[in-house]
């Protein structure tokens, strides 16, 4: 079974840093691609970025543009997401899911919830003003 476990979730100050990881088990070949979500309190969950597991391919949303990172570490089955100059507005629970759809490709589609089949469970980054 495909597994997913975010973690690195944390408090930090404004203009602080963080490191998500995504340590992800059960995929039997490497043609699936990891994606980062988040949800804030009272909003719909959204997109942030995506890397494909065998070529690498990213994809940011204008939410993560600029100032997140994501890349992976394919010997540990990885994904981080470091997360830069953070706001206020970050504030959300974060969680990494994958997709093996035959179609997807991270690039080209982008991180789009409905294309995710397997999520993990979340965790939580509070950044405070």
């Known amino acids: 079974d495909v597994q997913l476990q975010a973690s690195g979730g944390g408090l930090v100050q404004a203009g602080g840093s963080l490191r998500l990881s995504c340590a992800a088990n059960?995929?039997?070949?490497?043609?699936?691609?990891i994606g980062w979500f988040r949800q804030a309190p009272g909003k719909e969950r959204e997109g942030v970025s995506c890397?494909?597991?065998?070529?690498?391919?990213?994809y940011y949303t204008d939410s993560g543009k600029g100032r997140f990172t994501i890349s992976s570490d394919n010997a540990k089955n990885t994904v981080y997401l470091q997360m830069n100059s953070l706001k206020p507005e970050d504030t959300a629970v974060y969680y990494c899911?994958?997709?093996?759809?035959?179609?997807?490709?991270?690039?080209?589609?982008?991180?789009?919830?409905?294309?995710?089949?397997?999520w993990g469970q979340g965790t939580q980054v509070t950044v405070s003003s």
């Open positions: 890397i494909g597991r065998r070529d690498g391919s990213t």
């Open positions: 899911a994958a997709t093996a759809r035959s179609y997807y490709y991270c690039s080209g589609y982008g991180p789009s919830e409905h294309e995710y089949d397997y």
């Open positions: 059960g995929f039997t070949s490497d043609a699936y691609t």
